[in-house]
Every structure is written in structure tokens, then in C-alpha cells.
């Protein structure tokens, strides 16, 4: 079967911005089901299932510890529809009980839907597909956060160094790695010394996705994303489908409107989301 592939920016909700006011290395600068993955690839004729599970750990100035887990189902077929499933879970004390979000892109259908289980709604909104000849996916190619710091060619800019890594296999997949590595000069954001931060993106040389993406970033600890449980073949058309029971609802608040929870992919609505990172 001829495969092609289109490199795009999967759902703005995807891209999470870093924690702490952070500007965000990529897609797993932020916390939550906001980082699963980040940018993809449209691609046909290369179906599979798995498990996206995305951890984050920062260590405090007391040694005291914050680990947080996410993790979400995805399918895509062989049309290249794309589907994920996540379990939102109110914060304690909210009274509301947890519940599912499952977007689908229908790329053959031209809709994206956001299924909401609480409400048995499915939002629904155009969906175009991407042109032939995208770029590079984007997971690689994000500006880090120092990026942001000191003027370009002055003294204080960043030195990011890129590596291609040799392919390997990751997670049972051969994959090809790419390696970021910024180093964020002494007193260009009022630091005393340097500060390094890495991120390293293996993606699928077969399913073009990431399968593991590690970011480490000393202000604000350590993510790691592993596509796991890959099973390369056609999943069951009916996940493409919105499921009887479901009022579709054209448009508003499941993509972005008022009250809605951020469109596909963003995770939690605004009333289920906990409080914001302070700023620094």
C-alpha cells in the first residue's frame, strides 16, 4: 500500500505552553494532556493503536518532588483518520465525576469531532486536509525557551546544537533520533551560570510519530512521552465514528467558544482544570 505523508501542527490545544511562564521546548515544555505528542504527521496507509503516556517530575528547592502521569489511546487508520481518548478527572472536592474526551480528525469525512462523554455531545467542525508537502512536523524544529532571551549574534543569544542520532530501536519501533541542546548563557535571563536544556525526539521511521520524546530543563524538571503498546494494524472503522446516543453539535464551545474546553486534544474543560502555574 503507497503511504504518504504530510507533516502539520496537529491541534493548536497541543501545543502546551511551559510551565512557570515558561516559553515551552516543544511540545512537552507544558504539564497535562496538553503535552501528548505535540505536533504529527498526517500520514496514509501506515494504521496503528497504542498508548501515549506522558510523565513530568520537578524537584523542588526543599528536595520535595512533583511527579505527574497522563496518558491517552490513539488510532489512526489507514485513511490517515486520527483518533485519541483520554480520562479527565475533575479536581477533588469539585463533585464531578470523571469523564472521557475523544477527538477524531475524519479527514475522509472532512469533520473533526470532540466527544464528550459528561454530555454525551459531539462538537463538530470542518477539517481540511493538509496540502502535499508539509514540513517537518514540527516536534523538532520549535524554538526552545531561551530562544526568546538576547537579541540574535549578540553575546547573550543561545547556542543550540542539533544532532542526528543513528536509527535504534525505541519502544519496538525502528526509529531515527534528533537531540536538542541549548545552552542559555550566564546573565542572559539573570542567571549566575549557564543553564542547559536537552530534548531529544525519536520519531517512527514506518508510522512517522514520535514514540519517545525526553526534555530536560533544569528551572523546570524533566518530561518524557513513550508511545507504547504500538499494535500495527487496521483498527475497527467504528472508532472514526461518532457513537449512537451522541447530539452533534456544529461548532462552538468544543473547539475554543465560550465555556468549551479548549478543542481536541487541549484535555480538560475550564471548569475541570486546576489552578494555573504562578509566574515568575
Request: charged fraction near 15%; proline fraction near 9%.
Amino acid at each position: 500500500m503507497k503511504k504518504s505523508v504530510v507533516f502539520f501542527a496537529l491541534l493548536p490545544g497541543l501545543m502546551a505552553q511551559g510551565p512557570r511562564g515558561g516559553g515551552g521546548f516543544g511540545p512537552m515544555a507544558g504539564r497535562g494532556p496538553g503535552m501528548f505528542g505535540g505536533p504529527q504527521a498526517y500520514v496514509t496507509g501506515a494504521p496503528y493503536s497504542g498508548v501515549e503516556v506522558v510523565q513530568s517530575q520537578e524537584v523542588l528547592a526543599d528536595g520535595n518532588t512533583i511527579t505527574t502521569k497522563h496518558q491517552r489511546s490513539v488510532s489512526r487508520d489507514g485513511q490517515g483518520r486520527l483518533r485519541t481518548e483520554e480520562t479527565v478527572t475533575p479536581p477533588a472536592g469539585s463533585g464531578k465525576q470523571a469523564y472521557t474526551l475523544v477527538t477524531i480528525l475524519d479527514y475522509v469525512g472532512g469533520n473533526r469531532y470532540l466527544l464528550d462523554s459528561s454530555t454525551m455531545t459531539a462538537y463538530q467542525s470542518p477539517l481540511h486536509t493538509p496540502k502535499q508537502g508539509g514540513g517537518n512536523g514540527g516536534a523538532i524544529g520549535r524554538r526552545p525557551p531561551g530562544g526568546r532571551a538576547g537579541a540574535a549574534g549578540t553575546a547573550n543569544s543561545p547556542q543550540v546544537a542539533r544532532n542526528v542520532l543513528a536509527a535504534q530501536s525505541v519502544n519496538g519501533l525502528m526509529a531515527t533520533g534528533t537531540q536538542h541542546v541549548e545552552t542559555i548563557p550566564a546573565g542572559s535571563i539573570g542567571n549566575e551560570r549557564p543553564i542547559q536544556v536537552s530534548r531529544t525526539v525519536w520519531i517512527s521511521n514506518d508510522l512517522k510519530v514520535p514514540v519517545q520524546i525526553r526534555s530536560s530543563d533544569p528551572r523546570f524538571g524533566t518530561t518524557t512521552m513513550e508511545l507504547t503498546n504500538v499494535v500495527q494494524s487496521e483498527p475497527s472503522p467504528s472508532l472514526f465514528m461518532v457513537p449512537a446516543g451522541y447530539t452533534v453539535q456544529s461548532g462552538g464551545r468544543g473547539f475554543g467558544g465560550p465555556g468549551g474546553p479548549g478543542g481536541p486534544g487541549g484535555g480538560q474543560r475550564p471548569q475541570d482544570r486546576g489552578p494555573r502555574p504562578r509566574q515568575q
